[in-house]
């Protein structure tokens, strides 16, 4: 893969869309601390997988789809349903359970859906997700639709079985699955050097003869380049392509993790990385004024408030409805 | 029509891939080769390499792209050469075919067909030979339907790729070269179970090829005046407990007969909710005949000892009428 070349664009409109990409990562970071804290307070239950740290990736990755591509995450995905344009009511409410979540309060934290959007999990099974993104971009060469169906993983699946067979056959039968794998590092607590033979997680898929290359995580604007770059040649028929972000979470695995596997000198260099400081830095370097960074903030903010009002104001399931779905109701 | 139930899927597969050009199939040998058991010999030339997918052995990948593209509108058939090989796509079969839907809130189905031989009786040892298929049926979200004639192995096919859910069907490796007359090439129902021989004086309850063992256990017994009754349950997931039952209450006394075995299984399952609904319809303990609690072991005489046979059967309602 060559290197990405940016498309120009007039001076306004790269502003507005630098704030944009900074808005939509305030939006990660501040509904996740306040999901944190409903954790803290018992609104929010089961596992809570903070993405904090990792924001340009899904925020810069998702740039580069159009409405009718789709979208397979992790159990690590409030970022990417944000990023996606599901509704911080929709999530949050999801978060709490109830029926107007996005998942009607069935799946929680880490199973997020939405049609609209053609977004399909928020797969908690570490791997489960690929194969069922070949299958999507199958079903898209089948009935020759130029979509493009980004599957997103850590490089904890990299040592799944699934993740050799997808990128196999999805090299194999030329699919257009945009592989996006958010390496940051840790399986859980096992530091990559621990769990695997190779590395460099993009050798791997340029095994399987696909373009391949890894690109800075913590720079949003590096990674939309890079996932356009990688989702106009799958537009064009050239088959999957691989982008490595190399990334970090700054928070634990999940809520119960004391994190006794990493060294607080690392975290706290890879936080001098923020992805957000650092877009914050480049906009001010355009001219962009404190006093409209405080808007985003504060728009922001009323978006989380409203959407923790939402959810609190929001029903549970009735009971009798706990088959539901189960099956598809027939005619 | 004479046929075999080779040649009954062969001619539903064709007839789905014809009318429906959402259909297509795919799995490990289906097209070059012609299918493991040479189901879908002649479908590649006709329908063309898009449509008859060989794969590379990735049974996770390839199942889960069936659901993938159930998902993105397509109406895929994923043959899986063997039940015992499905254990490598359990994950995509049982974390996500089965719970998509429900997860989901309802937003997503997976209309996927996944057909997978089954069983024992050709020596091929433990690998090769087991009937996994009451575990699926314990899988809330899934259908899995066991056709044993002609006109199942034909017409349930077709029913299958109608349903909105998953359906899995499980065609009992041993049935392929029965030969028989077709009567019926249409469609059938999913939802009820079937008597096949009707009789009034112990219920069997079957499946799959052990039908054909109960059906011959039957004609022996009918010539010591004994009256069979043996019901082909057709759908292991739901459970047509109605047929079932209606055939306790008349004849008071059931065998079930199945071959996986008998630890924690559908005949299991069955056993329990006849006792739940039906106990004070009985006048005898219910008796099971299952496979031996071991592996399919490769020896002839070791797989038929290990196997429900006809004479087991016979013995099996014999008890069941204190008649030993």
Redesign the interface.
């Known amino acids: 893969m060559t290197l990405p070349v940016a498309t120009p664009q007039p001076p306004h409109a790269r502003d507005e869309h630098d704030r944009t990409l900074l808005r939509e990562m305030v939006r990660i970071r501040r509904f996740e601390e306040k999901c944190a804290e409903l954790y803290s307070a018992g609104k929010i239950r089961g596992f809570l997988h903070l993405y904090i740290g990792e924001e340009a990736v899904a925020v810069g990755a998702m740039q580069a789809l159009e409405p009718d591509d ?1 979208v397979v995450a992790t159990y690590r995905e409030h970022g990417h349903a944000l990023a996606r344009g599901i509704s911080a009511d929709a999530l949050m409410a999801e978060m709490y359970g109830k029926r107007q ?7 929680g934290s880490m ?1 997020v ?3 609209a959007t053609r977004f ?2 928020g ?1 908690a ?1 570490v791997g ?1 997700g ?11 060469k ?2 020759q639709r130029p979509r493009v ?1 980004a599957c997103f993983f850590g490089d904890g699946a990299v040592a799944e ?2 993740f050799h ?2 990128l ?2 999805a090299a ?1 039968w030329k699919l257009p699955v945009l592989f996006v794998c958010e390496n940051n590092l840790y399986a859980m607590g096992t530091r990559i050097e621990r769990a695997q033979s190779e590395t460099d997680l993009s050798a791997k898929a340029r095994a399987y003869r696909m373009p391949a290359e890894p690109v800075d995580g913590m720079d949003v604007a590096a990674v939309e380049a890079s996932v356009r770059h990688a989702a106009e040649s799958i537009r064009r028929g050239e088959g999957p392509v691989f982008v490595e972000c190399r990334t970090y979470r700054f928070r634990a695995h999940s809520m119960f993790d004391p994190e006794l596997y990493r060294d607080k000198t690392e975290v706290e260099s890879w936080k001098s990385r923020d992805p957000i400081a650092t877009h914050v830095a480049r906009l001010k370097a355009a001219g962009v004024t404190d006093e409209t960074l405080a808007a985003i903030e504060r728009d922001v903010a009323d978006e989380i408030a409203r959407c923790v009002a939402f959810a609190e104001s929001a029903d549970w399931e009735p009971v009798e409805d706990l088959l ?5 109701p ?1 005619p | 029509m004479k046929t075999t139930y080779r040649e009954a899927v062969r001619s539903a597969l064709h007839e789905a891939l014809a009318r429906d050009p959402r259909v297509f199939l795919m799995g490990e040998d289906v097209g070059r080769y012609g299918g493991t058991y040479a189901v879908s010999k002649g479908l590649l030339a006709e329908f063309g390499p898009e449509r008859i997918r060989d794969t590379p052995l990735s049974e996770s990948t390839f199942v889960g792209a069936g659901i993938g593209a159930a998902l993105g509108g397509m109406r895929p058939i994923v043959e899986v050469m063997t039940v015992n090989f499905s254990l490598l796509a359990l994950d995509q079969i049982v974390n996500n075919a089965a719970t998509l839907r429900h997860m989901s809130g309802g937003q997503f189905s997976i209309p996927l067909v996944i057909r997978m031989a089954t069983g024992a009786g050709r020596q091929l040892a433990a690998q090769h030979a087991h009937s996994l298929e009451g575990w699926y049926a314990h899988i809330p979200g899934l259908r899995i339907v066991t056709p044993a004639t002609l006109e199942d192995a034909r017409g349930m096919l077709w029913t299958a790729l109608q349903d909105p859910d998953p359906v899995l069907i499980f065609e009992h490796q041993t049935l392929y070269n029965m030969e028989g007359t077709l009567e019926n090439g249409g469609p059938v129902d999913l939802d009820r179970a079937a008597i096949r021989r009707p009789g009034k004086d112990v219920t069997l309850v079957t499946y799959g090829a052990t039908l054909w063992k109960s059906l011959e256990a039957s004609e022996t017994l009918a010539r010591d005046g004994i009256d069979v009754e043996v019901i082909d349950l057709r759908t292991l997931r739901p459970l047509d407990m109605k047929t079932i039952i209606g055939s306790v209450q008349k004849t008071r006394r059931v065998a079930i007969v199945d071959e996986g075995w008998k630890s924690g299984s559908l005949s299991a399952e069955i056993a329990a909710r006849i006792v739940e609904s039906a106990f004070y319809d009985l006048d005898a303990p219910i008796v099971r005949v299952c496979t031996a609690e071991v592996p399919i072991p490769y020896p002839k005489h070791l797989e038929d000892a290990a196997l429900p046979q006809p004479h087991s059967i016979a013995a099996a309602v014999r008890q069941v009428l204190a008649r030993e």
Do not use: M
């Not at chain 1, 690929?130 to 898209?140: C, F, N, S």
């Open positions: 789709a979540g996005c998942s009607r309060g069935r799946g199973h859906f939405d049609a399909y999990g797969n099974i489960g690929l194969p069922v993104a070949v299958g999507l971009a199958l079903a898209d089948l009935q169906t079985g699934e067979e997808s196999n056959l194999l539901k779905d189960v099956y598809t027939r």
